[in-house]
DNA sequence: AACTGTGAAACCTTTCACAGCT
DNA sequence: AGCTGTGAAAGGTTTCACAGTT
């Protein structure tokens, strides 16, 4: 078996959904710790700059291959390049962003993207008055233009209003888009074969109205 | 026992985390069905505009006591106002929001906080060259003020820069807010008894890039 | 007849605790 | 001695399927 095929059968082992939301915290602690000149690192520390729990982790990264070295640890730049390439994060993937008002351009500049590979490649918008603004080194063009921006692989992004989602959600499918984010707060529709994620910017704040609710009646003045 | 003590029974059973996450999705459909003038509806019809399936939501709903009638479904006025009760979105709950990049103007002028009891009470930045700007209907104040707006119970949002997160993090648990929301790309760390929940806005898009890698590896050309 | 509310089963995730390697 | 990798146990979540109510 070549290294190759080594690496072709891991790929197609299953791994769980909780796991695959993890890695990229795993991998933005590894590149915090590259960048500090850390080389190895025990899983016990690597959980802790995460923010989750060693046999967590541990059981994680189990599900890549064993890349660890008992006694000694993980060694960081390789387990990057594990995960990035778990993460379909080596080759460079194409992002196209619709929406370019206070949310678009907080995401177009967003670093997180960049240094992963992920970085966006055009910015749509509906409103002729932005298109030829520079944003992040990108110019914004017009939503018609979006079957000339979109690749096969591309993902799309929507940060329009909610009024707007479904529309430009309609013309990715159209344009051949697989694979759709979300961050307007409605619900879309998609062809089952279209994979659709989501953010709810108000979501986690309810949650956490949720629970300061919760201690004013568990801890009465 | 009384209709209080009804309520307050109710209010000290555990309602699971997964079901605290999906209120606030069952909240926005309730609130799109009530404006379109709909007063009663299945958990099936309801379960649709929510994006999840029917057992799941009369799961979730049984947990906050019995609200629906056999043989017909729920009120929709009745649900809307159970659920936000819950939430602690009934009594309006002050929030506070440090860094007006892009970011935090998106947060200052998304409509799902204001429509929900959320709306945010204080913008603060550390440039003293934004304070006294003028954000959805806010005054932007000098991050020096935060003492003063901050009251009990408040949440504090961080929409900084990872760079500045923690500091930033540090003033609020100083200020005595024990609720926090951080959209800083970074792991913060907090006291025991500080509620700390974070979202990231490019870990759902490393997700897709996982599915779509997949997806190339699963159908080669 | 229609639809909710809920035990029970199936499934997934986390944590424990230790065997096994360096 | 130190740390990873992993079965097994514990805990949580989803789905099923139907009894119970209107």
């Given at each position: 078996m070549t290294t190759t095929e080594i690496a072709a059968a891991r790929r197609r082992e299953?791994?769980?959904?909780?796991t695959v939301a993890r890695l990229p915290l795993y991998l933005r602690?590894?590149?915090?710790?590259?960048?500090?000149?850390?080389?190895?690192?025990?899983?016990?520390?690597?959980?802790?700059?995460?923010?989750?729990n060693s046999a967590k982790l541990r059981k994680d990264l189990s599900h890549l291959g064993s890349y660890g070295t008992r006694g000694v640890g993980y060694d960081v730049a390789?387990?990057?390049?594990?995960?990035s390439h778990e993460l379909g994060l080596s080759r460079r993937c194409s992002v196209v962003l619709v929406g370019?008002?206070?949310l678009g351009r907080a995401l177009a500049g967003y670093g997180g993207f960049a240094s992963?590979?992920?970085?966006?490649?055009?910015?749509?918008?509906?409103?002729?008055?932005?298109t030829g603004e520079q944003i992040a080194g990108l110019t914004v063009r017009h939503i018609d233009d979006l079957p000339e921006v979109v690749v096969p692989g591309s993902i799309g992004v929507?940060?329009?209003?909610?009024?707007?989602?479904?529309?430009?959600?309609?013309?990715?499918?159209?344009?051949?888009?697989?694979?759709?984010?979300?961050?307007?707060?409605?619900v879309l529709s998609v062809p089952a074969d279209v994979d659709l994620r989501k953010v709810d910017l108000s979501i986690e704040l309810q949650i956490l109205s949720f629970h300061e609710h919760r201690k004013s009646l568990v801890t009465p003045a």
């Open positions: 299953v791994i769980p959904e909780a602690a590894l590149h915090t710790l590259a960048d500090e000149g850390t080389s190895t690192i025990s899983s016990e520390a690597l959980a802790e700059a995460a923010g989750v390789h387990l990057i390049t594990s995960i370019v008002g206070n992963r590979g992920l970085a966006i490649d055009a910015l749509l918008d509906a409103d002729p008055a932005l929507i940060a329009t209003p909610a009024s707007a989602a479904q529309l430009v959600c309609d013309l990715l499918v159209g344009a051949g888009v697989t694979s759709i984010l979300n961050f307007a707060p409605t």
